[in-house]
Structure formats: C-alpha cells, structure tokens
Nanobody, 124 residues
Framework: QVQLVESGGGLVQAGGSLRLSCAAS????????MGWFRQAPGKEREFVAS????????YYADSVKGRFTISRDNAKNTVYLQMNSLKPEDTAVYYC?????????????????WGQGTQVTVSS
C-alpha cells in the first residue's frame, strides 16, 4: 500500500558526507512520525533518528548526535537524513520508516512501513 524508496547511499571515505532521501508514494505520511534505522553486518537493527509529524520533536542515537540531521518535507512526502563526518562504523543498510503515531521514537515497533534500504559504506 505504502511504498518507501530510499536514495542517496553509496561509498564514501571517512569524514565525508551523504544525504539520504526517502520518498513515499501511495499515501501521505504528513501526519505521522518518520524514522531512520540502520543495520550493519552481523548486528541488530539500530535506531538512528526520528522526527515527529510537525518536525518539532527529534531524537538521535547517541552515536550519531552532532553528525546527522533528520528533516522532513511533508508537502513532498519525503524525509531526509544528512550525514556528516561519516565514520567506518556508520557502514550499514539504512532504512526509512513511517511511524504509527505522530511522535514515534526509538523503537521499531513504533513504525509500520519500511523501505527496502540503501547501502552506506564508509571506508577508512
């Protein structure tokens, strides 16, 4: 029903930047929270950042705070993740997700729709 398409991943050197985008189709998510998660090889899915439906409440994982910025454009049904000062440990598949509330936070159970993911690889 809802399709989420991530883009912007790729291979970068440590210290570089990437901006991930997640565009939704099929239904607007303007009144719902949005989140970014990631999963590295051999690890569990990890929370990265979330943003409330108005953009007024934002959460970041401690590991990315100060380096990553989440934002959204409800008119475009798009959420972004600006990633700066990338580190090799940021290497993972990044997934965007639509929350099931307007203030969904750090837990995957608070999200109902997920994209296919985009690979981010940071070389040292």
């Amino acid at each position: 029903q809802v399709q989420l398409v991530e883009s912007g991943g790729g291979l970068v050197q440590a210290g570089g930047s990437l901006r991930l985008s997640c565009a939704a189709s099929g239904r607007t998510f303007g009144t719902y929270a949005m989140g970014w998660f990631r999963q590295a090889p051999g690890k569990e899915r990890e929370f990265v950042a979330s943003i409330s439906w108005t953009g007024g409440i934002i959460y970041y994982a401690d590991s990315v705070k100060g380096r990553f910025t989440i934002s959204r454009d409800n008119a475009k049904n798009t959420v972004y993740l600006q990633m700066n000062s990338l580190k090799p440990e940021d290497t993972a598949v990044y997934y965007c997700a639509v929350g099931n509330t307007r203030i969904s936070g750090r837990h995957p159970s608070e999200y109902d729709y997920w994209g296919q993911g985009t690979q981010v690889t940071v070389s040292s």
